[in-house]
Nanobody, 125 residues
Framework: VQLQAYGGGLVQAGGSLRLSCAASGRTITTYAMAWFRQAPGKEREFVAANRRSGQTEYYSDSVKGRFTISRDNAKNTVYLQMNSLKPEDTAVYYC???????????????????WGQGTQVTVSS
């Protein structure tokens, strides 16, 4: 499966953005889908994921209550709605997918086989 992430940009603190991750080559219905981010000088960190369409969503503590992951199976696309953005949310955001993900590894970046190219999100204070 090929992934293309887009929708990043520059936004003021408190604002919102919606990231999209368009998949091609395979339907994502049976794939675990996730968003990770990497800020300058920091390691890539987990943001949000769900293992299958309609199943439980998982979030990092830093974004819980502000970000929402969702899917549109008809468009083969995953979204990350980001509200109440903070300067510390500034990072390159990556979408990831894996078909054989073990639930216990859902927050681990090395558990995902497929990655998009990343989209920059910058939140100004």
């Amino acid at each position: 499966v090929q992934l293309q992430a887009y929708g990043g940009g520059l936004v003021q603190a408190g604002g919102s953005l919606r990231l999209s991750c368009a998949a091609s080559g395979r339907t994502i219905t049976t794939y675990a889908m996730a968003w990770f981010r990497q800020a300058p000088g920091k390691e890539r960190e987990f943001v949000a994921a769900n293992r299958r369409s309609g199943q439980t969503e998982y979030y990092s503590d830093s974004v819980k209550g502000r970000f929402t992951i969702s899917r549109d199976n008809a468009k083969n696309t995953v979204y990350l709605q980001m509200n109440s953005l903070k300067p510390e949310d500034t990072a390159v955001y990556y979408c990831a997918a894996d078909r054989n993900l073990i639930l216990g590894n859902i927050r681990q970046s090395d558990a995902y086989a497929y990655w998009g190219q990343g989209t920059q999100v910058t939140v100004s204070s």
